[in-house]
């Protein structure tokens, strides 16, 4: 079981990375992210306005996109 502390400490040591980081990592434009958040592609996190990106699931995404086409 999961403790409150010990979920705060895992959130501590998670890496949000912006829309505009996400597409330079992937090497797509920032509509193309969007797409995939809203599609449910993409794990993502709403702050305000803007959406904020768990690095986790940028690497998870990629890590099943490279399967479906090998």
């Known amino acids: ?4 502390a010990q979920t705060e ?3 501590s040591e ?3 990375l912006t829309v505009a980081e996400v597409a330079a ?3 797509v434009s920032k509509m193309t992210v969007y797409r995939l958040v ?3 592609d993409l794990t ?3 702050v305000g ?4 990106v768990p690095e986790h699931a ?11 086409t090998a």
């Open 44 to 46: 993502a996190v709403r």
């Open 58 to 68: 940028v690497h998870e995404y990629l890590r099943g996109a490279f399967s479906q």
């Open 1 to 4: 079981m999961t403790g409150p």
């Open 25 to 27: 990592l992937m090497r």
């Open 38 to 40: 809203h599609g449910g």
């Open 49 to 52: 306005r803007s959406f904020r």
């Open 14 to 16: 998670v890496r949000f």
């Open 9 to 11: 400490e895992k959130l």
